[in-house]
T-cell receptor, first 109, second 112 residues
Framework: SQQGEEDPQALSIQEGENATMNCSYK?????LQWYRQNSGRGLVHLIL?????REKHSGRLRVTLDTSKKSSSLLITASRAADTASYFC?????????FGAGTRLTVKP | NAGVTQTPKFQVLKTGQSMTLQCAQD?????MSWYRQDPGMGLRLIHY???????DQGEVPNGYNVSRSTTEDFPLRLLSAAPSQTSVYFC???????????FGPGTRLTVL
């Protein structure tokens, strides 16, 4: 079964708004990663947060990790139409990577 | 650097046929992996390798074989294709799982 589960499954916002996606997982992890996938393409790595970190920033991206709740969130600020894509969280448990089903983000211009 | 390359991009097989999906990377990465992605779903790990000569099963290994004779190459073999193996297959590599994975462009496989 998949380790991570994203919420919501789909999100539609206007350009300039913030988008928040959540990920929950079941077992202890070494790290958690967020990836982006444009339709029909391979995945692109966005950010990695280690199990001993609580928050990480990269440009317009902010990721939090709460290991006590086994959850993470990805915040994209000031969204752009080009941010339209699917976003996946992935958890590493002893070399076994598990991906969630993803959040489909649509940013309307 | 070419990054992670996969061949072929598209493939149609008949039930029972066998084939090998090729994956190569030129970044000297130790960790390589194969995933399948079914419509509307995330990726599921088929097999992975932490270095040449070492492979292990992921979440959905049945019907697939892998080998890792060199650091660069990690082919995935379908032994006897079944319609349930219709999917998009992605290969990925990284130094290790403490670092980001780089994904290939994918192979779209249809089994009739």
């Amino acid at each position: 079964s998949q380790q991570g589960e994203e919420d919501p499954q789909a999100l539609s916002i206007q350009e300039g708004e913030n988008a928040t996606m959540n990920c929950s997982y079941k077992t202890s992890i070494n790290n958690l990663q967020w990836y982006r996938q444009n339709s029909g393409r391979g995945l692109v790595h966005l950010i990695l947060i280690r199990s001993n970190e609580r928050e990480k920033h990269s440009g317009r991206l902010r990721v939090t990790l709460d290991t006590s709740k086994k959850s993470s969130s990805l915040l994209i600020t000031a969204s752009r139409a080009a941010d339209t894509a699917s976003y996946f969280c992935a958890t590493d448990h002893n070399n076994d990577m598990r991906f969630g089903a993803g959040t489909r983000l649509t940013v309307k211009p | 650097n070419a990054g992670v390359t996969q061949t072929p991009k598209f493939q149609v097989l008949k039930t029972g046929q066998s084939m090998t999906l090729q994956c190569a990377q030129d970044m000297n990465h130790e960790y390589m992996s194969w995933y399948r992605q079914d419509p509307g779903m995330g990726l599921r790990l088929i097999h992975y390798s932490v270095g040449a000569g070492i492979t292990d099963q992921g979440e959905v290994p049945n019907g697939y074989n892998v080998s890792r004779s060199t650091t660069e190459d990690f082919p995935l073999r379908l032994l006897s294709a079944a319609p349930s193996q219709t999917s998009v297959y992605f290969c990925a590599s990284s130094f290790d799982l403490l670092n980001e994975q780089f994904f290939g462009p994918g192979t779209r496989l249809t089994v009739l």
